[in-house]
């Protein structure tokens, strides 16, 4: 197991896989490493269901970090291409958060909800000694919907197109970039800081993901979250036991971000990027899709193709799972370097 945040495939392979409990015929999409959801068939319809932590840093204001929060709970349900519909949450509070500063966490959260349209069904909420931010509980998102509306995460076909949203390290930039502004602004100028600031509100695929999936024909999603848009990549072929051929020149890059990654020594690629959607494309809709996202505003292009084989090969050279993210470990490098200031 990798220090910092997620399992990787072996560790997943030889502890998680083998051990998911009673075989049941109405399970449609069973945990896969680098899946975003599973799928419940329930009187034909799919129940789309998606774990996450509860996950707020109140360095970004109570308020940001509730969006955020929210937002990473519903984004893996909604890479299926089903909207987002219940919500299940689970708040263990460390004990000095304030009725204040919860009431701010829990009405955003309604609030984006209400927007969404997504009903909070049941939960639990409690301070508890030895909890402590960021990591506050967990909530499980579901979307309601019918099958033939479904993406499937392992649906990648031969003669797709891949299209990106957004581009690498959206997540990295906007969290670092916020958490540690003033050490930035030490050394960059305020406009570069700015925009990364401004990557913040793009850290959520939620938008990206259903305004494709109404455009398609779409037959995979994924958000490239931990491992950032390499990770992403990796997964999704995998998945779906195919090959990929990128242009990485092709990828958007939004404002800020290479600058924010040189200043924390991180690779762009591999470093975690909530809000970046990779979306396998079938080549008759790569126009309608990219016209949609366009529509709605949001930076994507068409980057590469679905190929035969395995792996993922970027500007003709094969690349492998990143492993490790790098954002962890300059979390906690710059978190130490602030607090000796």
Known sequence: MAEFGKIDRTF?????QPNLGAEREDVALWPNHGVDFGVIDVDETAVVVATDPVFIMP????ERAAWFAFHILVSDAAVSGIPPSHLSIDFNLPPEITDEEFETVWKTMDAEASDLGVSVVTGHTARYEGCNYPMVGGGTALAVGDHEDLVRPDGAQVGDRIVITNGPAIEATGLLSIQ?????????DRETVDRANERFYDMSPVRDALTAAGAGPVTAMHDATECGVYGGLYELARAAGVGLDIDRSAIPIGPGVEETCAFFDIDPWSSI??????????????DSVLGALEAAGIPAAAVGTVEEGSGVVVDGEPIEHPGEDPFWAAMAEYAEKEGDE
Do not use: C, N, Q
């Open 12 to 16: 997943f392979d030889a502890y998680i």
């Open 59 to 62: 360095s970004l204001g109570m």
């Open 180 to 188: 540690f502004e003033s050490l930035m602004r030490e050394e960059l």
């Open 273 to 286: 990027s909530e809000g970046t959607l990779i979306a396998s494309v079938r080549p008759e809709g790569v």
